[in-house]
């Protein structure tokens, strides 16, 4: 009976980590940005579809980073952050009323091709954005998303998206209070890492110096 236990549990690991590999090959080649979407894809593509196989948002995330130093660390993909890094900044400083602050991919690295910029704005008046956006003719198109402000707490918030100099922007509109703490990541359920542009300066400055000093 342990035997068989051992057996089954090899095997859904086992299952976990195919599933988590290729929804993580899907969110790099194809551009799926939803974890649960990717993970429904995989399961569909392996043939698996027990729920105790699906993996967690945490294990794609992990084999989603061992995919981009597998096959995404070229000099095309340095530049191509750098690129996306500059844009961000240029954001920030342009929703600078709304006390942005940069989020996922293009803050952590794990930016592709597909990859939005994604920033935070702080406004307990969203229509506030509105008419910034509608004042700086920017063309946006509105979502809503929900985050977790913490272990009990959800707000669903006003999104825009648009693109702007070859870049995709993902703008969420979170409250005032969200500038205390950052809203739950959905991969950890931890706070979001995320950077203001005085960050973001010295992580491009600190950048900069390490391609210096390895040149």
Do not use: C
Not at 4 to 21: D, K, S, V
Not at 29 to 42: M, N, P, S, T, V
Not at 182 to 211: F, G, T, W, Y
């Amino acid at each position: 009976m342990h035997h068989a236990r051992q057996h089954a549990e090899t095997r859904l690991r086992e299952r976990r980590h195919r599933l988590a590999h290729e929804a993580a090959r899907l969110m790099a080649e194809d551009g799926i940005r939803d974890f649960h979407q990717a993970k429904l894809k995989a399961a569909e593509r392996l043939g698996i579809f027990e729920d105790a196989s699906l993996p967690r948002n945490k294990e794609i995330e992990e084999a989603l980073a061992e995919y981009q130093r597998l096959f995404g660390a070229g000099e095309a993909q340095v530049d191509r952050l750098l690129g996306q890094r500059e844009a961000a900044l240029q954001a920030l400083e342009f929703f600078a009323p709304f006390q942005p602050r940069l989020v996922g991919g293009v803050l952590d690295g794990s930016a592709d091709d597909h990859s939005a910029i994604q920033l935070h704005l702080h406004s307990d008046e969203p229509h506030e954005v509105v008419a910034f956006l509608h004042d700086q003719q920017i063309p946006a198109e509105s979502r809503m998303r929900r985050f977790r402000l913490d272990r009990v707490r959800h707000v669903d918030v006003d999104v825009w998206l648009f693109a702007a100099d070859a870049h995709s922007f993902d703008i969420a509109v979170l409250p005032l209070t969200a500038l205390r703490q950052a809203p739950l990541s959905p991969v950890n359920e931890k706070p979001m890492p995320r950077a203001s542009a005085s960050q973001l300066r010295m992580l491009l400055a600190e950048n900069e110096m390490r391609e210096h000093e390895g040149n």
